[in-house]
């Protein structure tokens, strides 16, 4: 025969139902709380870790951009060298080509920090100055990258001119002048580089800074019109 012992308590009143079922609740949601908690602090410490990779990568284009800005201007004076003696050499004389700078040195921004938080679900929780600088210099970027590809294909224009025989010397009247056209595209793809350049490095020198980018006057700011 199996004992039955009565309860050591009375039966559970509805009120010590709701109470039990009160304390089981506040539990659940204290643990739900205190995840959310860990986890947001997680995303801003991952957030501030992906703001100094933006910092360092907004450093390097800075070095990157004070670098071709020279370049572009020194590749440019040597082209329009040879633009003034293609342009004024006689038709009967030879004409030498002058060395030139290789474009090839134009490189387009970092954009690799960038990219990885864009991808995240960590933009939120950034200032959002800072974001919507971001995006505006992902849109810089695309037309540096344009602009690049530009010089690529105008030096290689370039190029198969002055290859077209062994000696450039021996180009003919119709040859040089085509010759002529290809250098000028190519100052102007490094003009329109310097452009993008210059309006890419406004956009970051405000990220660094911390400060709103206003694309309305960076030709004013730039002198570039």
Do not use: C
Request: glycine share 2%.
């Amino acid at each position: 025969m199996i004992d039955i012992h009565p309860p050591s308590h009375g039966s559970l009143t509805r009120r010590d139902f709701f109470v039990h079922l009160g304390i089981v609740v506040l539990g659940i949601l204290i643990a739900i709380g205190l995840e959310q908690t860990i986890e947001l602090l997680h995303k801003h410490h991952q957030a501030e870790h992906a703001q100094d990779a933006l910092r360092d990568e907004s450093l390097q284009n800075r070095a990157l951009v004070q670098h071709d800005l020279p370049s572009i201007a020194e590749a440019q004076q040597l082209i329009r060298a040879n633009m003034h003696a293609l342009d004024h050499v006689s038709s009967s004389a030879p004409f030498h080509p002058l060395p030139y700078a290789s474009p090839t040195f134009v490189l387009t921004p970092h954009d690799i920090a960038w990219l990885a938080l864009r991808d995240s679900e960590l933009i939120p929780l950034l200032p959002s100055e800072l974001s919507t600088t971001y995006w505006e210099m992902e849109y810089d970027r695309s037309i540096t990258a344009d602009a690049n590809a530009q010089i690529v294909q105008r030096r290689d224009d370039v190029e198969r001119l002055l290859h077209l025989h062994d000696d450039p010397a021996t180009l003919s009247v119709a040859e040089r002048e085509s010759l002529l056209v290809a250098f000028s595209a190519l100052d102007q793809a490094l003009t329109n580089m310097r452009t993008a350049l210059l309006i890419y490095n406004q956009a970051n020198e405000a990220a660094l800074a911390g400060k709103p980018f206003n694309p309305d006057t960076v030709f004013d700011q730039t002198g570039v019109r």
